[in-house]
Antibody
């Protein structure tokens, strides 16, 4: 059974750096066709895809946030860490980590999220 | 970036009725790589459908997905009380960002 759990601060100040950890079980991030990534949801708003790291340590970021995001993995701990710099009140949201499943088609993987963590709420305020 | 527009924004129906939710893309979604998620208040999204029409594990067969190119549909044949929620479409065929629609709220009439 695949499970993921997000952890990190619930409150950060503007301009600070946010560090979130996703601890997962039930799969290995060294298995081909597997990824772990982050999606966020501001209160009452839609979902926003942020970043993903794949089994081969390849990484992808949302272009609009790329300069502020870093995603890394610690395979020994079954953890993926997302850092977001220069936090602003508009970054207030629930942050979800998710298991990404790759569909291999014509020499390329197509990735969707099949299992999500419960999310962690982050408020940015002074 | 592919923009997904869902309609209607809110759908008011009664249990037992049929629900039809639409997701339109600003350009063709490669390979029909489109997913649908259900989200209930205070919960994480749950995968319903991938590849436009493949039900995820454990999803009842009253849920069905269809479409290709720029037009996709999620149909719930007979609404159960637990189906009232917000539904999001998500395209993953193009290069990141893998965008979401703005959601359709399915509410009890």
């Amino acid at each position: 059974q695949i499970t993921l759990k997000e952890s990190g601060p619930t409150l950060v100040k503007p301009t600070q750096t946010l560090t979130l950890t996703c601890t997962f079980s039930g799969f290995s991030l060294t298995t081909s066709g597997v990824g772990v990534g982050w999606i966020r949801q501001p209160p009452g708003k839609a979902l926003e895809w942020l970043a993903v790291i794949y089994w081969n340590d390849d990484k992808r970021y949302s272009p609009s946030l790329k300069s502020r995001l870093t995603i890394t993995q610690d395979t020994s701990k079954n953890q993926v860490v997302l850092t977001m710099t220069n936090m602003d009140p508009v970054d207030t949201a629930t942050y979800y980590c998710a298991h990404f499943r790759g569909v291999y088609d014509w020499y390329y993987y197509y990735w969707y999220m099949d299992v999500w963590g419960k999310g962690t709420t982050v408020t940015v305020s002074s | 970036e592919i923009v997904l527009t869902q309609s209607p924004g809110t759908l008011s129906l009664s249990p037992g009725e049929r629900a039809t939710l639409s997701c339109r893309a600003s350009q063709s979604v490669p390979g029909s790589y489109l997913a649908w998620y259900q989200q209930k208040p205070g919960q994480a999204p749950r995968l319903l459908m991938s590849g436009a029409s493949s039900r995820a594990t454990g999803i009842p067969d009253r849920f069905s997905g269809s479409g290709s190119g720029t037009d996709f549909t999620l149909t719930i044949s007979r609404l159960e009380p637990e189906d009232f929620a917000v539904y999001y479409c998500h395209q993953y065929g193009a290069s990141p960002p893998h965008t979401f629609g703005q959601g359709t709220k399915l509410e009890i009439k």
